[in-house]
Every structure is written in structure tokens, then in C-alpha cells.
């Protein structure tokens, strides 16, 4: 996801409402495996939060919530939502400053060098997530971060910090953007916008109808200082966003697994077993100033498989990137990176072009992942050259992979924590990769040169099989019988033949070698 957009990819458009590879992309070259390299994390750092109490999980069911049957399916709901705990940890000034959702406490902001300054910015609610502002303009020595909380308010947090380290946080604004009961709210994307507004990506949970049928709602919001607040557009689905993205001044992507997203008085599209995209459109703001209509929203599909991932791209934030465990990758996920152009597509049914920016594959991804029983997280750094797996819990709960990027082996490292320790959650920058736990953060650095021995070559690699047999067209012709296990058994059966394997010959490779000759 880190690489730059492939040959003729500048004009592609989504073909029949899902998106298709495109026609200049190419499979990734053989792979062998991930191998296990110590050296790829450096020592493991430990840093205090500034909160003298435990950090809360982000679904804590403690919480009280109001008693009418409406609001208790809407935080019935909201807390289904909340099963990983996205938005727990956010990394700043290039991963050297941590931000850490801290319930009550506020927002705990912690320094990642020895000795660092530590502080709580107080939001006034239980803050539940954070997500960074993109896009704030450079060479200010300045971040901003928007934090969502339980009961429905939206605060944003300017940070700054100076050239010989230390950092100072204050609240920049405290909104309540819902007029009714909000509950629990999710922040998902933000960025700097015209005027010094951010512009923000909410979720929270919702009740449509009469009958209370569960829902979730988003909210596109612009928020100004104080309390200055505006609703720029209101969306639904029937499942969370799992990624946001704002694509411009007044256009961004969702993707959720499922579903897409409508505005009011639409139906929303549903699809199982994949992921959709939905692009909005805003339009001009209304009479009264206070909002903005939506000029198009449009949904596709994407291929057939599990969304594993979904995150702002890029130093602005403008392209959204997906992981995708698509079922004709043979383990392998596929990494997508989609942005929306300036103006929707003229007629009503046509897609736009410039949607896809990157198309890749990243092999052995979604396998590692199939085969974490308590998986919260599936992370990327933003260059795309890491990848990590978070779990809940486990002396290898957090693993780290460096993306192969065509080699045949590619270096994995676990973050070696106690066995007992629940993982809230974590954050992948370019050169760290930083772990919450109830007892603070863990850092380890990372080294992008670490690459695995390569593996010792054949003393036989050119030994040809019997009666002259061509050995890759024998293992293509197993391929086609469809059995994994005969296909295992022979390519180890022609292994020894060549020479390449030792120890005593099986019963199977003595039956091959008189069916050979």
C-alpha cells in the first residue's frame, strides 16, 4: 500500500457496482513464508500513563444508559459495535507522541522518549475514541485530534510541540452535534478544512421505525472552536464502519462489511460475504447555513471475501486503503487504495473514474490472520511497509510483518508480553510499533533492513525425474484434481527423487517410484 500507483491505473472506474482489479495489475511473484527474525523489534520500551486509575475498554457495559426501551436498543447496539477497540491509541508527530483514550480521565497524552512530559486533557465525558485530524497545515509544530465520547459529545484537542521535545495539549472545542439521546459515539476520520474547521466522520448507533430496528447512523460534522458546530450530512447502515476517509473539502469514502450507506428516505445497499464502499458527495450548504445536503451517494462492492481493514491514507488523509481477504488470493490479502473525484458522475447509475489509486497483494496475510482466535486488529504503517496482527491476549498477542514487496521470505517478530496482559489496543508507525495495556504502553522500534537468511540451495536442484517426466507439469496436473493433500504428497514424493529431501523413503514415495520406473 505504500508503492506508487500502477501503469494506466489514473482512469479507472468500478465496473457494474463492484470493483474490479484492473487490467494492469499483476499477481504477486512466489512466496515462501514469513520467518521469524528477533531482530526486527528492537528492545521493549514501557511508559506510565499520566491516569493514576486503569485504562477503561472501550466496551466497559458499566456505563449507565438511559431506561427507555428506544435508548436501551440504541446502547444495546452501540456496545455490539464496540467488540475491537478502534480508536483506543493514536501516535502523533511520526509515532514520537501517544494519545490514549482514557475513559473518564479525558485523554491521556504521553511522550514516547525517556523522560517525556505526560499529561490528561479533561473532555468533560468518557471519551471512547480518538482519530488525528489530517491534513493541518505543516510547519506549525502543531496536531489536532478529534475524541468522541458516551454521551454524545465531540471535543477536538490541539496539541503542539517544540523543537527540543515536550508537548502541551488544550480543548479546542466541546460540541453536542445530536440534539436527542446520543449514546455511545465512535469517531472515525477528520480533517482540517476551509476557515479552520475540522471537518469529522461519526458513528453511533440508531433505532429506525417504530419498532426500534437497530441501526447505525452517521454524521458528517463541521466543527469550529468552542462550540461552534455544524451537521453537514446524516447517513445509515445496518453494521459500523470499519474505515473512513475524507477525500476532500466535501467528499468521503466509508466501508463496512455488508453494507452501505444512504441518506434519509434511501434504501442502503446490502451484500453478503464482502465489504462495500460508499462515496458521498456533498452538496451546497443549506438556506440556513446550519448544514449540507447530500448530492450523491453511491455504493459498490468489493471482491468477495472478509474486509480485514479500512484507514485514512497518506500524509492528508485523502485516499482510503482497505485489506481484503479475498477468496481467490490463496492466502494473500489485497491491499486497495480508493479516492473520489471533485465531481460525482454526471448521470445517475455511471461511476466515477479515478476511484482506484493502488491495487496490490500482500501474500500470506489473510492466512496468518484466519488463524488468530481473539484477532482485535489488523494494522499497517502509513509507508506500508509493516503490517501487525493484534490480539487480545498472549505472550505473542501483537506480531509485526514486514511486507515481502516481491521477496520470496519476509521477517516476523513479535511484541513479547506477559502472558496475563489484556491488549486495548495498538498503533503502527513507520519506525515503532506501540501496544496499550492496562499497565501503560510498550514501544518497540522497528528495523526495515532485517531480511531472513536466504534458504540453502539444492545439491540437486537440477536432478530430473524418471522416464523424463516434467515435474511442473506433473504438479499442475494435481493442481487441477483439486486435493490439497495428494498434491502435498506427491510434491513431497518428487522432492526425494530429486534429492532435495532426506530421511527414509514412505510407503507413498515407494509406490511412486515403481509407478515411475
Not at 7 to 31: D, M, N, W
Not at 181 to 202: C, K
Not at 210 to 216: E, K, Q, S, Y
Request: glycine share 12%; hydrophobic share 45%; net charge negative.
Amino acid at each position: 500500500l505504500g508503492g506508487a500507483p500502477p501503469a494506466g491505473a489514473a482512469r479507472l472506474r468500478p465496473q457494474a457496482g463492484r470493483l474490479h482489479a484492473p487490467a494492469c495489475f499483476q499477481e504477486t511473484p512466489y512466496f515462501e513464508a514469513y520467518k521469524h527474525c528477533p531482530e526486527l523489534l528492537g528492545p521493549l520500551e514501557r511508559f506510565a500513563l499520566p491516569a493514576s486509575e486503569a485504562v477503561a475498554a472501550a466496551n466497559d457495559s458499566s456505563r449507565p444508559f438511559a431506561s427507555t426501551p428506544r435508548e436501551q436498543v440504541a446502547a444495546a447496539a452501540s456496545r455490539r459495535a464496540a467488540v475491537s477497540p478502534k480508536g483506543q491509541l493514536v501516535l502523533l508527530f511520526d509515532g514520537a507522541v501517544a494519545a490514549v483514550a482514557s475513559g473518564d480521565a479525558g485523554v491521556a497524552i504521553c511522550e514516547l522518549v525517556p523522560g517525556g512530559a505526560s499529561l490528561l486533557v479533561d473532555c468533560q465525558g468518557h471519551v471512547l475514541s480518538l482519530c488525528a485530524v489530517a491534513a493541518v497545515p505543516r510547519g506549525t509544530n502543531e496536531a489536532l485530534l478529534v475524541a468522541s465520547t458516551a454521551n454524545g459529545t465531540i471535543a477536538t484537542i490541539i496539541l503542539a510541540r517544540g523543537p527540543a521535545g515536550g508537548v502541551v495539549a488544550r480543548l479546542r472545542g466541546r460540541a453536542e452535534p445530536f440534539q436527542s439521546f446520543a449514546g455511545d459515539v465512535w469517531a472515525l476520520a477528520a480533517q482540517f478544512g476551509e476557515g479552520g474547521e475540522v471537518r469529522a466522520l461519526v458513528h453511533r448507533a440508531a433505532a429506525l421505525g417504530v419498532d426500534g430496528r437497530a441501526a447505525v447512523e452517521v454524521g458528517a460534522l463541521a466543527l469550529g472552536e468552542g462550540t461552534a458546530c455544524r451537521v453537514l450530512a446524516r447517513l445509515w447502515g445496518s453494521r459500523p464502519p470499519a474505515g473512513a476517509s475524507w477525500c476532500g473539502e466535501r467528499r468521503f469514502l466509508l466501508a463496512a462489511e455488508g453494507t452501505g450507506f444512504a441518506s434519509e428516505g434511501s434504501t442502503w445497499a446490502v451484500e453478503e460475504d464482502t465489504g462495500l464502499v460508499t462515496g458521498v458527495w456533498l452538496g451546497a450548504a443549506s438556506a440556513d447555513g446550519n448544514g449540507e445536503s447530500c448530492e450523491q451517494v453511491s455504493s459498490w462492492a468489493l471482491p468477495h471475501g472478509e474486509l480485514l481493514a479500512a484507514w485514512p491514507h497518506g500524509p492528508t488523509g485523502q485516499s482510503l486503503a482497505l485489506l481484503l481477504a479475498s477468496r481467490r488470493t490463496h492466502g494473500a490479502a489485497t491491499g486497495v487504495k480508493l479516492t473520489l473525484p471533485v465531481a460525482p458522475a454526471p448521470s445517475e447509475g455511471a461511476e466515477p473514474d479515478e476511484s482506484i489509486e493502488c491495487w496490490e497483494e500482500v501474500p500470506g496475510l489473510a492466512a496468518c490472520v484466519s488463524v488468530r482466535a481473539e484477532l482485535r486488529g489488523v494494522l499497517a504503517s502509513p509507508a506500508g511497509h509493516f503490517f501487525a496482527l493484534a490480539e487480545a491476549h498472549g505472550a505473542n498477542a501483537v506480531n509485526v510483518f514486514r511486507h515481502p514487496e516481491g521477496s520470496a521470505r519476509a521477517a516476523t517478530a513479535a511484541c513479547r508480553l506477559p502472558r496475563d496482559e489484556e491488549v486495548l489496543g495498538a498503533a503502527l508507525a513507520d519506525a515503532a510499533v506501540v501496544v496499550l495495556t492496562h499497565s501503560g504502553l510498550v514501544r518497540a522500534s522497528l528495523d526495515a533492513s532485517v531480511q531472513p537468511a536466504a534458504p540453502r540451495a539444492s545439491a540437486a536442484t537440477d536432478a530430473k525425474l524418471p522416464m523424463g517426466i516434467d515435474r511442473e507439469a506433473l504438479l499442475r496436473m494435481l493442481d487441477l484434481r483439486g486435493d490439497d493433500d495428494t498434491r502435498a504428497r506427491a510434491t513431497h514424493c518428487v522432492g526425494r527423487v530429486r534429492g532435495d529431501l532426506s530421511g527414509p523413503p514412505s510407503v507413498t514415495e515407494r509406490l511412486g517410484r515403481q509407478a515411475l520406473g
